[in-house]
């Protein structure tokens, strides 16, 4: 079990290195194909608005900046009922749930994905960027280990500011 939260880590690793890469080439000011214009909030929020995100807006009292928050889709990965599988299967499952969820962050469908390292009942979240709960536990059941049993899913609605980061 180690060596797949050991293969989970070093895949994040490899996420956040390549954006720290591309952070580091637009600061001395290389043009990157992914560079995306800063839109005014106002511009943001109809753009949410129309694909039938649900956000709020408020005033920053500190800044005066006007804040939105955007509704978005936790994951909870919970222990499956049938985790009876052998090794070599279980290895299999793990890559196939590796590349789907490095497949929903690449359709832009999920923002952060990662395992919890309690090794408890609940074994990792991902969090979902998109309109609806509906489309969130989709794209989640359609994860080969949900597929196989191996793992569950249970789903929350979570309100984040947008375009703040973790530090």
């Known amino acids: 079990m180690n060596k797949y939260i050991c293969m989970f880590f070093i895949i994040t690793f490899c996420f956040a290195c390549n954006n720290k890469q591309?952070?580091?080439?637009q600061e001395k000011g290389h043009e990157h194909k992914h560079e995306v214009e800063k839109k005014s909030t106002a511009a943001l929020k109809q753009e949410l608005l129309s694909k039938?995100?649900?956000?709020?807006?408020?005033?920053?009292?500190?800044?005066?900046d006007t804040v939105l928050m955007q509704e978005y889709f936790m994951a909870f990965l919970k222990k499956g009922k049938n985790r009876?599988?052998?090794k070599k299967t279980a290895d299999s499952l793990q890559r196939l749930h590796l590349?789907?969820?490095g497949k929903m962050y690449d359709l832009g469908y999920a923002d952060i994905s990662g395992p919890f390292g309690d090794l408890g009942e609940i074994r990792g979240i991902t969090i979902y960027n998109v309109p609806t709960i509906e489309m969130a536990d989709s794209l989640a059941n359609s994860d080969p280990m949900v597929k196989a049993g191996r793992l569950e899913i249970e789903m929350h609605p979570w309100w984040a500011a947008k375009g703040y980061s973790l530090r």
């Not at 039938?52 to 005066?64: A, C, E, L, M, S």
């Open 22 to 25: 591309e952070n580091h080439e």
């Open 52 to 64: 039938g995100f649900k956000i709020i807006d408020y005033v920053d009292q500190k800044t005066k």
């Open 84 to 86: 009876t599988q052998n």
């Open 99 to 101: 590349d789907h969820l």
